[in-house]
Structure formats: C-alpha cells, structure tokens
C-alpha cells in the first residue's frame, strides 16, 4: 500500500517526499454514527480501510500552508464536501 501511494503522490509533484511521512485517514478511522445516519458500519467501516481514502502526510505537521506534499495541498483547497463520496 506504502508505494501505491507514493505513486500517486509523485503524480502530483517532482520533488521526493518528505522524510518523515505517514499514511493518514481522510475519513477518520474513529468516527461518530451520527455523521452518517443512513449508512451501516460495515459501510463505513470499509470506506475508512480504502486506499482512496488514505493520503500521505507529514508527521507533526500543524499547519497545512508548511505541507511539501502536493497531493495532500491539491486535496484540501479543491474539496469542501467532506462526505462518503
């Protein structure tokens, strides 16, 4: 799983990642039912261990504007609707 999702980082940009770098949940892996009320755990459930649901991500990183990983920049200012879909 780690290389398939440097590949899709290193589509997004040239320059090497970061050298501390973990793989990160968009959907939580701890999540509130109430968030989805029409969808059952087993759903989310397997939503949440997707690999499109995974992006890397700088370890200790407070602010996303110090971000060197592009994917990870790209994502967070091109979407608001942060839903199942």
Known sequence: MVKLIKILAYQHQEELLPVRWEIKHILPQKWQTSY???TS???VKELVEHIGNKIPFEKKQKSYEKLEVQILLDFSSNFDDWGLN
């Open 41 to 43: 755990d087993s759903e």
């Open 36 to 38: 989805f009320l029409n």
